[in-house]
């Protein structure tokens, strides 16, 4: 495939099928919260809607508390939380929402993501209020059912509909559903020493941009792809990688990684060129920029000279350009 092509392709096969992704049932409109209400979020089903594939699920109504129902919270009791109800204490469904949590992971199939509804608990990703014996809450929990399905399901990204309000976030959760369904579809095709060799190429300066340590740790692992126990290696890397990536990249991390692409332009570029561009990234730098516009010159800058290995770098087109999230950060 050439240069261009590659390019195109990397650029096309983000469109080319909706990825699956858990998300909380109220968050998508519909009816199941403790008044019979919603907290339909428009991003999610406007926006979002376009490259995701949702899949609800509201794990309250799932064990039985009915719609309406009265309402539950967090309660610390000695070293236990338990989920009770706010009007009487012995309604505890807590073991039912842990024992749901541990079907759905099991049952989930091949999801790509998962947004939680903020402040819930059973749903709540963090600072989910805990109620100590005095009726004193701190924002200190963790949803029942979000805690297990978390753990059970550590590679998933996950992420609450509140904290997609933040640019910076937005960015990071969905850039790491796109890698999460690039990596399943590799395990579907069957995972190779070149095949992985060729994922953690495609993905290097993505990996930079977000942790320089993961970023070396992961290149060893690759540089013995061709040992003994690919299987393992392969747990190894994805488990690493989706840590890492966690890490949202800060300006300095992207201002390193185009400096790096930079210099595979060493050559190409005459002087006012090359001066717009360390503008560019300097402008960026001191916040006067959005990431956007470097990253929107320096891939001029290749479709002009195109480098058979930076072309095909995800960090260029990590996520849809019609989703702008690097429009703002």
Same mark, same amino acid.
């Given at each position: ?5 590659k390019?195109?392709?990397?650029e ?11 998300? $909380? ?10 008044d ?11 926006? /979002?809607?376009?490259y ?11 064990v ?9 919270? #967090?309660? %610390? ?5 338990? @989920? ?15 024992a749901f949590?541990? %079907?759905?992971?099991? +049952? #989930?199939?091949?999801i $790509? ?6 402040? $819930?608990p059973?749903?709540?990703m ?5 109620y ?12 029942i059912?979000a805690?297990v399905l978390?753990q059970?399901?550590?590679?998933l ?15 990071n ?6 890698v999460y369904?690039?990596?399943?579809r ?5 995972v190779?020493a070149n ?13 930079l941009?977000?942790? +320089? ?11 013995? @792809? ?6 393992? %290696?392969?747990?190894?890397?994805? @488990? ?6 966690? %890490?949202p ?6 201002v390193?990684? /185009?400096?790096? #692409? ?5 050559g ?8 717009e ?10 916040? /006067? ?23 095909? +770098?995800?960090?260029? $087109? ?12």
């Open positions: 495939m050439s240069t261009r092509k390019a195109e392709s990397t096309n096969e983000l469109l080319l099928e909706k990825i699956r992704v858990g998300v $909380s049932s109220c968050l998508l409109g519909q009816e199941v919260r403790f019979g209400g919603h907290k339909r979020d428009n991003y999610l089903t406007g926006t /979002l809607s376009s995701f594939d949702f899949i609800p699920f509201c794990p309250e109504a799932a039985g508390l009915g719609i309406p129902r009265q309402p539950i919270r #967090l309660v %610390r009791r000695g070293e236990e939380i338990r @989920a009770v109800g706010v009007r009487t204490p012995e309604l505890d469904p807590t073991d039912e929402l842990a949590a541990e %079907r759905t992971a099991r +049952q #989930l199939g091949e $790509s993501g998962y947004i939680l509804k903020k402040e $819930s059973s749903c709540g963090e600072r989910v209020k805990i100590n014996d005095k009726g004193m809450p701190e924002r200190k929990g963790v949803g059912y805690g978390m059970r399901l550590p590679l990204p996950v992420e609450e509909e509140g904290r997609l309000g933040d640019a910076v976030l937005r960015e959760f969905i850039g790491r559903v796109f369904h690039r990596w399943q590799l395990v579907r095709e069957g190779t095949k992985l060799i060729e994922f953690h190429s495609d993905h290097k300066f993505l990996i941009s977000h942790h +320089q340590k993961a970023y070396r740790e992961l290149g060893r692992l690759v540089a013995d @792809a061709g040992g003994s126990d690919l299987d393992k %290696r392969a747990g190894e890397y994805i @488990a690493i990688l989706m840590k890492a990536l966690k %890490r990249a800060k300006p300095r991390q992207h390193n990684v /185009l400096e790096h #692409l930079l210099g595979f332009l060493k190409h570029l005459d002087k006012s060129d090359r001066e561009m360390v503008e560019t990234i300097a402008q960026y730098r001191e916040g /006067l920029l959005p990431l956007i516009v470097p990253i929107t010159l320096i891939r001029h800058h290749f479709r002009r000279h195109p480098d058979p290995y930076v072309m095909r +770098q995800y960090y260029l $087109s990590p996520h849809p350009k019609e989703l702008m999230l690097r429009n703002s950060i």
